[in-house]
């Protein structure tokens, strides 16, 4: 039994969900596929140039207070980053062209810490690189083989096939072709996932 | 303790927060206050003349799938309406004026039913007559009462008073000043509302 979980870096409600994700699903016995992509050329097609939740502000500010109270049950810091959306593109690449590696998981949940709790730049890559060295990984050969042209192309294919596929936001799990949407789905694509 | 229900009759996911909330309510021993409002002018202001379920196509065909599912989950019927979005608006200016009548919660169940079950319009008198009737109540007086000057601007206070307080779609839940957006946040906003 597996999930596909499809993940953005610069994604509010991603975050919940990349923290609790692994335990959840290991505890019934579903397999997680790491699947990054980028919302941008999504959003973009939708037409629109930036977060829906910075467009669409009355949408927005009740995201920021639900994200709040989602975060405080779930007991995992929230702290507001001081730029949204950001710029993910460096850790999805890394992740994409590493999806197979025990560390991906750990990696997944350093790059959100940064991101929502310590408002760290993770496009930067000093950043990832901190990120991949707490993990006790040689960061540089991993930065490395997450730049090449290979690598680049992988990500661009692999967003390509969530749009192909109805993926339109993030977080989304995918079972077959049976498609949930947002961190609130998380148990009912588990629970399909067993049928 | 009190919960506004802030509803649109249009709206796919209040057919089901609209099924479940009085019994969920009152199991939990919090009264609810039947608010009903327009999102039109709300998405107008977001610049949709449509819903954005139509105008998404992917969030759309993603939305009916999800609405299969939590109906089932829910035991309620679904019948995908063969005009969507319906207008609400006389159903709305019904319970508008006449939010305290005790038959309202069974006359909401009834416009949604009519709408998301048995694909009926429930723009026609002749429905909401229905409604009203199998309720045991004098429809030709409520009709009346619902479409006088003073029973049209209650309901456009209303909707303004959505927007003012931050709601920019349905169903949402307001507890004091605390907004909850979602069929999924029900139970949430009931724990808040016995805080």
Chains 1, 2 share one sequence.
Not at 112 to 128: E, G, K, L, M, T
Not at 158 to 176: L, W, Y
Request: proline share 6%; glycine share 6%; net charge neutral.
């Amino acid at each position: 039994m597996k999930i596909e979980f499809w993940f953005e870096f610069a994604s509010t409600y991603s975050y919940p969900a990349a923290m609790r994700i692994e335990a959840l699903a290991a505890s019934r016995d579903v397999q997680v596929a790491w699947r990054p992509f980028l919302l941008g050329p999504i959003f973009q097609q939708q037409g629109w140039n930036d977060s829906p939740f910075n467009i669409y502000q009355a949408k927005g500010r009740y995201m920021w207070r639900d994200m709040e109270r989602v975060c405080e049950r779930q007991d995992i810091p929230l702290r507001k980053p001081s730029t949204f959306p950001r710029n993910g593109l460096l850790p999805a690449r890394v992740v994409c062209a590493h999806s197979e590696q025990a560390w991906v998981p750990g990696f997944v949940r350093a790059i959100y810490r940064a991101n929502f709790a310590d408002d760290a730049d993770i496009s930067s890559p000093a950043i990832v690189e901190q990120c991949l060295t707490a993990l006790g990984q040689d960061a540089a050969t991993i930065l490395a083989t997450s730049q090449t042209p290979t690598a680049k192309d992988k990500l661009k294919a692999q967003t390509a096939e969530a749009m192909e596929r109805g993926v339109f936001g993030a977080p989304s799990f995918v079972v077959g072709d049976e498609l949930f949407w947002g961190n609130d789905r998380l148990e009912d694509a588990l629970a399909w996932a067993r049928r």
